[in-house]
C-alpha cells in the first residue's frame, strides 16, 4: 500500500516544477520582446530622424542653390564705369559661381550648406553697399555730366565771342593795313632816250630810240603809315605781255601782292610822315616795242600807283 501511494504524492510537486518552467520562460519571451520591441522602435525612431534630416538637408541645399542664382543675378545687374569698383563686382561675381559648385559638390553636407548660406548672406549684405556706392556714382557722374555740358556751352559761347573779336581785330587791323599803305599821286611816264653816254636825256616817244621809262610821282602824306627806310619798285608790263626787267636773274625780283615779278627799276627812300617827290628809271634787258606799257608802282608789297605810257 505504501508504494502505490508515493507516485501519486509526487504529481503535483513535478505539475508544479513545469509550471514554473513555463512561467519563466514565458518571462523571458515576454522580455525578449520587450526587448526586441525597444530595438525595434529606436531604429525606426532613427530611420524617421535620418530621412528627415537628409530631407531637410536636401531642401536646404536647394534654397542654399536658388538663392545663390539669385544673388548671382543681381551682381550681374551691378554696372559702372569705375574700374576698380568694376574689379571688385568681378572677383564677387568668381566668388558666387565657386560657392555654386560647392553648393552642387556637398549637397549632402548640412555643415557645409549651412557655412555656404552664411556666405550667400555675407554677399548679399556687401552687394548692399555696392548699390548705394553706384548710385552715389551715377549721381555724381550726371552732375558732371551736366557740368561738363555747361562748361562745353560756355566754352562754345566764348569761343563764338573771340572769334566775333577776332574777325573785327582781322578786319580792323585790315583796315588800318590798308589805311597805312603808301599812295603815289601825280603819276607821269615818259620814254627817254640817253645822249652823251647818259648825262643827258631827251623825251621820246618811239620806241626803237627809248633807252629807259622816266616816271615821276609824289608819295602823300599817311599819319598811320611807318616811317623809315623803304624800297620802291616799278613793274612795267610790255605790250606783248613781258615784264620789263634789267637782268633775266632773281636779283630783279621781288615780292608784290602774295607772288613774286620782275621790278624794271627799284629806289630807296627814307619816308618821314611828310610828302616826297621822287622820280624812278625803268631799264630793259631786251629792245623796247611799240604799243601800250602798264607801269605799276609798289611799296611794302602793295601797290600804290599806275599808269600807262604809248610808244610807237
Known sequence: MENTQNPIEKKPEEQKSRDRVFIIIIILLLFLCGILGWQYWVQKNRADQEIVV???????????????????????????????????????RDTIAALLVQAEKYKD???????????ANTLREI???????????????????????????????EKGKTEVLNKENENLQTVV???????????????????????????????KRTDKIKVSFTIA??????TGNRDIYLRIISPDGKELSPTTDQSSMF???????????????????????????GTSNAPFVSGKYIIDIYADKAEIGQTTLTLK
Open 221 to 226: 602824306q599817311n599819319n598811320i603809315s611807318r
Open 255 to 281: 615780292e608784290f601782292q602774295g607772288g613774286k615779278g620782275f621790278f624794271a627799276g627799284k629806289q630807296s627812300f627814307n619816308y618821314q610822315d611828310q610828302q616826297i617827290s621822287l622820280t624812278m628809271y
Open 127 to 157: 552687394m548692399k553697399g555696392y548699390v548705394v556706392t553706384i548710385d552715389s556714382l551715377n549721381t555724381l557722374n550726371q552732375h558732371l555730366t551736366v557740368e561738363r555740358d555747361q562748361a562745353n556751352q560756355n566754352l562754345k559761347s
Open 54 to 92: 537628409t530631407k531637410t538637408i536636401t531642401v536646404e541645399k536647394d534654397n542654399v542653390k536658388a538663392d545663390l542664382l539669385t544673388l548671382q543675378t543681381d551682381y550681374a545687374g551691378l554696372k559702372t564705369n569705375n574700374t576698380a569698383l568694376q574689379a571688385q563686382l568681378d572677383s564677387k
Open 177 to 207: 593795313n590798308t589805311g597805312s599803305i603808301l599812295q603815289a599821286n601825280g603819276i607821269t611816264a615818259e620814254a627817254v632816250h640817253e645822249k652823251s653816254g647818259g648825262k643827258r636825256e631827251s623825251e621820246t616817244s618811239h620806241a
Open 109 to 119: 553636407d548640412a555643415y557645409i550648406m549651412s557655412r555656404l548660406r552664411k556666405e
